[in-house]
């Protein structure tokens, strides 16, 4: 795991996170080949980074069984 600042600008926190309870979900750019994901709520937990590709595989599939 990697460890980023929590006030790091570049985290975007997804659009499905609420403000109170449930999953939350920020991911980040780590490097042009690579996306850093972490837990909104357990920052310090860390992060885990996964390929690029890796990571629009996983959006595209979710995407595609949202639509069915």
């Known amino acids: 795991m ?4 929590a006030d790091d600008p ?3 926190k997804s659009s499905y996170s ?3 309870t449930g ?3 920020e991911c980040r750019c ?3 080949a690579s996306i ?3 837990d909104t709520k357990a920052r310090s937990l860390g992060t885990l980074v996964v ?4 990571w629009h595989a996983f959006i595209n599939a979710l995407t595609s069984h949202r639509l069915h």
Request: charged residues 20%; positive net charge; aromatic residues 4%.
């Open 51 to 54: 390929p690029s590709p890796v």
């Open 23 to 25: 999953n939350c979900l």
């Open 36 to 38: 850093a994901i972490r």
């Open 10 to 12: 570049r985290w975007i």
């Open 2 to 5: 990697t460890r980023h600042s």
């Open 18 to 20: 609420g403000t109170d």
């Open 30 to 32: 780590a490097d042009p």
